[in-house]
């Protein structure tokens, strides 16, 4: 059983020699203090003879600030004027790539009208074939801004390597770490550190414990707002990832506070999954889904099969609506 | 890509013939007629010169039977005075081992007050270990006939081997195969023979082609009515196939004419879970629902982790009974 | 942890008094003794004022008689003259189905003639599609004692259903529990009956733990000949379990006295595969290998695709005799 | 089918306008001609139309670079004086990451003395946990440098980020990317472009074809020197990816030329099954093997567990000497 340590430093105490003492700590700043978090077990009488500590709290976990260990509260994440985590289940939608200014407007118009709180868009796209469109880039998120600037929607957007964290962050209003980059840990510092809210999304064979340690490298960089986002897991008989894991959804608030979302879109890889697994994910608790819609998704440059047209897209928002008037569950009451 | 041929034969016509033209095809009687089937492609006109059969039908799935090959209507399967697949949700509670009177009467009885359709109850248990309670047997079957006499509530209990088959259909309903006998083909052979209702759980590794071959083997019987059950597959994340796959439940309909029900107790292994998958399942098509009740879990010979109380089956009958009335599912208007 | 107890029991001492005493317990004939097992942890002084027992022994496994708590000495299990465990691998080769007395009998002529130990062939045969040749049955049994006269070699075939145990049991000196059997319980009760030597083939789900609970089945039948088989596992690769998962074979012999072999044949699904994972099996340390070899391998009933012809045999023969020539295994030392 | 294109140019043949008709083609260079490749079928007069290309190739596969649609030929990578592919496996060994200066010199020391060709060890290290040893980062370069001037040994190490791959470059022989980046695109093309040797590490949850299509990233920046290391994959028994894929060692070679070598180390997590899966690699047709060695295991910063101590190393380079004097495989000839 690993036992890892969080430490509360007084405002005038020594960091660098208790960083000394204790291997491998980690020093962060965040909620206005000072703070020294280990993976080791470190008795409190021996902290305290060697710096005047606020606090010492315990974690059972290898992830202590994802864990429960600070608090039973939940992180409410903060994008743009959307809280995520909050109770009320939040609705991100757009295109998996941006490919023109008509797709990504016409896109965003549509949603914005229609019960949709985040605009997402791929502008750099990590794809399996080199020989596939790698997006827009720079141009796209030049075009996500301006959607931005005509609905009014945050945006979030993903970010595959660490130096195009700055830009991107210039951009975006959440930063995206794709599941193929979820142990990208350069990149999940580099994320950290630029203060965004970052969507962690999970790797198909990652477990809950590997996944809460790859946030835990975003967290120790002083950011707290973290969003996980379940995919799609391996099974013997879903390839690729296409396995949506609804049990994730609800395990996770029992092991950490941040909150989670789910993608039916990459979860299940077929357009006639979506909506169903999408209404199943809010029904056992997501704080929020994300789907890909487009204005004609037979002929998107990327994701085709899995992503919506608009009214496919009313359809889904029509039945999550129902499932908050009926409130079966203390979470969902979906506000369009 | 497989190819299977389905002949229905004239009234007069001989078989044995047809038979040593085609080898390992099987002759089956249903719906009044006389069929033959077989996996090869067989061209219609070497068929019909070698009898007048009636209708030559091809699949393209090695399951002939259970695809859609005779018609896109789906089966209703009759349990009692209950119907499985009818597009009302059915469910199907009790304990997971039948343990004394006291406890299955008192369970039924709840049950039969609080919307449940059909009684289950292991009496013939398969269990991992061969030091764990391993059921009453004939006792549990007697005790189970005495559960329906007080409640009117039709029985569905396991069979574990072809030689019970006989004994147990004297008494059930219904027979359960369990999981770990999918591939047990002389116990699904026998069970078809019976001429019962069968319940057909999924294997933790079975891929849908692999459960629609057996349940080909009841059906090649002559037995139609078939439910397939949904009960956890094996992930990168869980252990002994405790992940429900819902994507079965939207999938199977596609496949196949079968009713298609979900089990969130053994699909999760974990009471906290029961309840939210439950009603996800439903959300995503099931034709019905099978979880675990009984009225002191903590204290139940096999499966306390995942059975419910009856305060906890009232709530999920609760929530399924909201899910039904909002009808944002064709599917779902659960009956009470 | 679970921890489980085995008590040896005095001559005279009163066995039904401790069974009814002790929940679930299982009494046991082996060894020439008398001796009742449990999974539950029974402190040595209550048995005591019970029993007058010989020896109480703890296994912190739910598989007691199957670890190595009655000590670590590997069993051998005696097939014919044939041991297998013994220090020597040993080669089981053979048709996967028997076809007719020509294939069988030139089969068996062959490998008898070229370091085969143990006849295999099958004449009950589960298929995954009812549309597949089921097998010679009673006729094959027949045609395996007529290839066992002609060479010598005794006969392992499997046996799908309890009620069948006994008329293979004429025929056979080993008999097989199939993959898909595993946790067949009645019939591994039954098998362990017969008394017969039981080659115990793993479920490509299977972990470790509940295929030694599987052994146990038969084991608690007083059967201790039982010699596993590992015969491919599920991957995010590998479909149907065709991956020969030789992990295993290294960690059985560290949790379990029985004797463990591989079936390359089944473990790859693909001829060209079958020789090399056989010699990496012996490399490993596997006490024998089973693979199938058919005089034309293209027409075989079933398997032909993972079936070798007797050149491809001979050669597989004649490179673990290498491997056994250059023992850098203590393992391998093959007999041919 | 994917069926996709490669164009071979003449020299003075106009690429712009050929790229422009192909949409996400990519242009390469490589053995000293210019390329046109695309995932697309591109039929030979259309292109014979727009440009007078010398050559056009197909291939079924999506990674057609990676395949063998230009030549049945094996790769052999370079790095320095050793030859990978070559006919003779290849012992790469070291620390998994470098901790000291004497841990490492006294490693390479004791490893170029017996019988290993290429020196590993991590100064950049890809941890699980942020509160883990994370590497000497530049001062391990700077040692693994010493160690090369000291030993003759050319150096293979891990980098992590693109905007590392320059300095690491300075300093290796030949640049590893790990199984967590395996799909992280942008440092793929990096590692690419510096035209240094590639090993690249298969993901535990990537198809052989996924993780051809990553080395197809590498191939299209005009590198074809990459070599494979398989080194686990996920399994229904096996967590993190610690199963030993040996099907993918033989399936390789029929898909790539590409050579591929194994991670026993990785692929097991256990020390103990450490040598005879590198044995049972080669015996499969390994190009290599890759394993973790340390002064003194049990205190090692990093992968203790599965670490060889030096005289267990030994005893490996002793067992693949008697399997490379045995040569019952083509493959294996061992060359200490």
Redesign the interface.
């Known amino acids: 059983m690993s036992q ?1 340590t969080i430490i509360k430093l007084h405002n005038g105490s020594d960091v660098t020699q208790l960083l000394a003492y204790i ?4 020093y962060v700043e965040f909620a206005g203090s000072r703070w020294i ?4 077990f470190l008795p409190k009488e021996e902290i305290e003879q060697r710096s005047d500590s606020v606090e010492v709290v315990y974690s059972s976990t ?2 202590p600030l994802a864990s429960k260990a600070l608090g039973a509260q939940r992180t409410i994440v903060q994008v743009g004027a959307v809280s995520i985590g909050a109770g009320h289940p939040v609705m991100i939608a757009g295109p998996c790539s941006v490919e023109s200014r008509d797709q990504l407007l016409s896109t965003a118009t549509h949603l914005a009208q229609n019960g949709c709180h985040i605009l997402r868009g791929g502008a750099y796209k ?9 997006g827009l880039q720079h141009d796209g998120l030049k075009l996500l801004a301006e959607a931005r600037a005509l609905t009014g929607l945050p945006i979030v957007t993903e970010v ?5 964290v700055e830009l991107v962050a210039t951009y975006a209003d959440m930063l995206q770490i794709g599941a ?2 979820m ?5 999940l ?1 580099e994320a950290g550190r630029s203060g965004k809210p970052i969507l962690l999304k999970r ?6 414990t ?1 996944w809460l ?1 790859a946030a ?2 975003i967290l ?1 960089e002083g950011n707290f707002q973290v969003v996980l986002c379940e995919r799609g ?16 959804i ?2 996770i608030p029992e092991l950490s506070h941040l909150p989670i979302i789910a993608d039916p879109s990459h979860g ?1 890889g077929q357009r ?2 979506v909506t ?2 999408a ?2 994910s809010l ?3 997501a704080d929020g889904i994300m789907v890909e819609v487009h204005p004609e998704p037979d002929k998107a440059l990327s994701d085709g099969k899995q992503t919506l047209s608009f009214q496919e897209y009313d359809a889904l928002i ?2 999550a609506q ?2 908050a ?2 409130s ?2 203390t979470c969902v009451s979906f506000a369009v």
């Open positions: 890892s291997p491998y700590a980690r978090v280990s993976e080791r290898p992830y990590p794809r399996t074939s080199p020989y596939s469109f790698q595959m390597s660490p130096q195009d193929r980059n142990q990208n840990f350069p990149l510092a790797s198909p064979w990652a477990t809950l590997i340690q835990e490298y120790s897991i391996c099974t013997s008989e879903a390839s690729a990832g296409r396995h949506l894991d609804l049990t994730a609800q395990l299940t006639s999954l169903p697994m209404i199943a029904i056992t608790g029509e039945k129902k499932v008037d009926t079966f569950s």
